[in-house]
């Protein structure tokens, strides 16, 4: 047993100074999870939710799996349910904004894009272009450093198929690098088909 | 390795590493991807390392994947503030928001024990000594009481582990539910008596606390992951 499942082992007796080593611990790896896979400004409150779910969980964890993965698979469905909850939101706005373009042309209520201030900034920028699948199984081996096994455990697929993604995001990352800028996103082209 | 229609290939381009709908290439760069993560699946084949030689796509391809691993994993990551107190307070407010819920399902867990060890102590006779009453065969009372014991399993597994519930749920309806309906039918057609059909109060309480149980929060699934699907990768 790892050293981190044994803390989530003991975390389950409810004492909070091992609640709060188990969270000291893992807390960096899931709010940069939630970063990549959804976005910064949003990665505090989703590694809260996280973490809720997880010491509700946390009675039914079981000492023969391991707890980094258990933890991060937790993260990447908090993360997934909010991305859900985006599009559905996104599909309701896009509703209301045609109806609003008709009355009030050229009324904008997108943000504007955070600009990418640094090395980190770019690359997230790069990898929130890839579909989920794919940003999911890159995020998971390259950033966070899993093998395809664990991330196959996480995103629950075989470890083949975290590899196959994997190849197809380097593919499509090195051909976003390659046509210099990176892709235009959704909002922009949405933005742009408005004008 | 995959046969491929020499007729199918497409002209050549000017090598720039972009993917093509080759199935040779997707193969190698699969196989080259994997290799770049110290995974040794999919194996770098023969037939791999020959397209490699050939293909000049793939050799920009692997330069490119390169570089691009080398600089993701090179990023230099964020130092984060430590927010462990305010995690730890939020937690804490959510477990305690959240008490007198777990100890409705917890009561309900040790209720189903309960019925379970009632269940079983009433059937022992049945079972083990083939005694269900005067008019029941010695068979007939043991079938009896596997059939019974197999309802007493079915709360005990789900007093272990509550996202049984549902599952146990589905056999105790129909079980229960007949028992009742027929214990009415029989006591008008004067077959049985309500005081002799009490025990099945048992399986009536198992009912309902199984029903509490499947109606509490579907937590997350437990700690163990889908080993299984490592065993089907490929």
């Known amino acids: 047993m790892d050293e981190l499942t044994r803390l989530a082992v003991q975390a389950r007796r409810g004492e909070p100074s091992v609640m709060a080593s188990f969270i000291r611990a893992t807390q960096r790896e899931v709010y940069s999870l939630c970063a990549y896979l959804v976005d910064e400004d949003t990665a505090e409150d989703l590694a809260q939710e996280t973490y809720l779910r997880v010491f509700r969980a946390l009675p039914d964890f079981r000492k023969e799996s391991s707890a980094r993965t258990w933890l991060l698979s937790i993260t990447r469905r908090v993360c997934m349910d909010e991305l859900r909850r985006r599009i559905r939101r996104r599909r309701r706005e896009t509703l209301v904004a045609e109806f609003s373009t008709e009355l009030n042309a050229g009324f904008n209520t997108d943000r504007p894009a955070p600009a990418a201030d640094d090395d980190q900034g770019e690359v997230r920028e790069l990898l929130s272009q890839l579909p989920e699948d794919r940003r999911s199984a890159f995020v998971l081996t390259q950033i966070l450093g899993l093998s395809y096994a664990d991330a196959g455990d996480i995103c629950q697929c075989p470890a083949g198929t975290i590899g196959s993604r994997v190849a197809r995001a380097r593919g499509d990352l090195i051909q976003a690098l390659e046509r210099g800028a990176p892709r235009r996103t959704e909002k922009e082209v949405r933005r742009d088909a408005m004008d | ?234």
């Open chain 2, 1 to 234: 390795m995959r046969w491929t229609n020499p007729w199918n290939r497409r002209a050549p381009e000017p090598p720039t590493g972009q993917p093509t709908e080759d199935d040779d290439c997707a193969a190698a760069r699969a196989a080259l991807s994997a290799q770049l993560d110290g995974e040794s699946e999919p194996p770098l084949t023969e037939a791999i390392t020959e397209h490699l030689a050939d293909c000049p796509y793939c050799a920009v391809w692997q330069e490119s994947a390169h570089r691009l691993t080398r600089r993701v994993r090179l990023t230099s990551a964020r130092t984060l503030p430590d927010r462990t107190t305010q995690l730890l307070a939020a937690v804490l407010a959510d477990q305690s928001a959240r008490q007198p819920v777990r100890s409705v399902y917890r009561l309900a867990r040790w209720g189903l024990v309960g019925a379970a060890a009632a269940q079983l102590l009433i059937i022992f006779p049945a079972l083990i000594l083939g005694e269900a009453g005067a008019l029941v065969p010695a068979h007939a009372a043991r079938e009896l009481g596997a059939f019974n014991v197999a309802l007493a399993v079915g709360y005990l597994a789900a007093a272990l582990r509550p996202s049984r519930a549902r599952g146990a749920l589905l056999l105790a309806v129909p079980a229960t539910a007949l028992l009742v309906v027929l214990a009415i039918i029989d006591t008008a057609l004067g077959e049985t008596t309500l005081v002799a059909e009490t025990p099945h109060l048992v399986a009536v309480a198992g009912w309902a606390l199984l029903w509490v149980l499947s109606r509490g929060p579907q937590e997350e699934p437990p700690g163990r992951v889908h080993r299984r699907t490592r065993a089907a990768a490929g």
